[in-house]
T-cell receptor, first 113, second 113 residues
Framework: GEDVEQSLFLSVREGDSSVINCTYT??????LYWYKQEPGAGLQLLTY?????DMKQDQRLTVLLNKKDKHLSLRIADTQTGDSAIYFC?????????????FGRGTQLTVWP | NAGVTQTPKFQVLKTGQSMTLQCAQD?????MYWYRQDPGMGLRLIYY???????DKGEVPNGYNVSRLNKREFSLRLESAAPSQTSVYFC????????????FGPGTRLTVL
């Protein structure tokens, strides 16, 4: 199956920018997603990007996609304590008849006041 | 609009007991999914249903059965629970089979003693 890799932990100070990185292996991926999971809760879709795009911005969130290196990043500007959560990167492969997503292990973001 | 709902939120079972996890969505989505999430790992697909009346195995189907009761409901059954099935179970739905974003329920936290 596809491998999606993320670093496990990231700590930032409130007000700084956070950058969460992800690498994937399937060059035919069609969609790449970022989900947020707060403690004891389900996964909340934050944003997604089509594989033919390089960047997508949505308020404080910026997604960058480097298809050559199969690298995806999520930048959170002006990080707040409420942004503390686990962030999952996921990819959907082209031709995936199951529509399944392949998830990374998640990055635990801790925001210090 | 409740989105994806799951019951129960928490459950403790003894080894060998059976139970059914319930999932329902009110978004008129065609496809539904069951995932499990283990500590420090991403989500792994257990079963999937592209439409009412159809189900397919995912990555880790052993020890589970599913029923797509109607378009709204997709249940996951553990016939004889084992400690290895201690996990958090998430149900998700999406409008169509392969093209669309998946929306997740809040999860069921299951402990098998």
């Amino acid at each position: 199956g596809e491998d999606v890799e993320q670093s496990l932990f990231l700590s930032v100070r409130e007000g700084d920018s956070s950058v969460i990185n992800c690498t994937y292996t399937d060059s035919s991926s069609t969609y790449l997603y970022w989900y947020k999971q707060e403690p004891g809760a389900g996964l909340q879709l934050l944003t997604y990007i089509f594989s033919n795009m390089d960047m997508k911005q949505d308020q404080r969130l910026t997604v960058l996609l480097n298809k050559k290196d199969k690298h995806l990043s999520l930048r959170i500007a002006d990080t707040q304590t409420g942004d503390s959560a686990i962030y999952f990167c996921a990819e959907k492969a082209r031709g995936s008849t199951l529509g399944r997503l392949y998830f990374g292990r998640g990055t635990q973001l801790t925001v210090w006041p | 609009n409740a989105g994806v709902t799951q019951t129960p939120k928490f459950q403790v079972l003894k080894t060998g007991q059976s139970m059914t996890l319930q999932c329902a969505q009110d978004m008129n989505h065609n496809s539904m999914y069951w995932y499990r999430q283990d500590p420090g790992m991403g989500l792994r697909l257990i079963y999937y249903s592209a439409s009412e009346g159809t189900t397919d195995k995912g990555e880790v189907p052993n020890g589970y059965n599913v029923s797509r009761l109607n378009k709204r409901e997709f249940s996951l059954r553990l016939e004889s629970a084992a400690p290895s099935q201690t996990s958090v179970y998430f149900c998700a739905s999406s409008p169509r089979e392969a093209a669309d974003t998946q929306y997740f329920g809040p999860g069921t936290r299951l402990t098998v003693l």
